[in-house]
Nanobody, 124 residues
Framework: QVQLVESGGGLVQAGNSLRLSCVAS????????MGWFRQAPGKEREFVAS????????DYADSVKGRFTISRDNAKNTMYLQMNVLKPEDTAVYYC?????????????????WGQGTQVTVSS
């Protein structure tokens, strides 16, 4: 089992930055690929970014490339999403996710474990 708790959401003006954190716990947390997803009102949940269990590989949705950075600190069981140059269209509930299929990095696109979500609102 993996438990995930997000924090760091809030209300910001366009052009500003936020950093989300996701604290993970569970017996296999350091063997989990992790990622961030988001869901805007009236839209389906979408992939934002992912990071492999060692941090060696990262991937991003085209809409956030160059603005968002995903990272992890396995010693602290924590994953981060640094969001810069925020836009109103980034407004959504952001979810932390994890997959413990450690030999299948692609499995993070369909993760088994989810956090409860944190709201990010970007005003224009």
């Amino acid at each position: 089992q993996v438990q995930l708790v997000e924090s760091g959401g809030g209300l910001v003006q366009a052009g500003n930055s936020l950093r989300l954190s996701c604290v993970a716990s569970g017996r296999t947390v350091n063997s989990a690929h992790m990622g961030w997803f988001r869901q805007a009102p009236g839209k389906e949940r979408e992939f934002v970014a992912s990071i492999s269990l060692t941090g060696a590989r990262t991937d991003y949705a085209d809409s956030v490339k160059g603005r968002f950075t995903i990272s992890r600190d396995n010693a602290k069981n924590t994953m981060y999403l640094q969001m810069n140059v925020l836009k109103p269209e980034d407004t959504a509930v952001y979810y932390c996710a994890a997959s413990i299929k450690q030999y299948d990095y692609g499995s993070i696109r369909d993760p088994r474990y989810w956090g409860q979500g944190t709201q990010v609102t970007v005003s224009s």
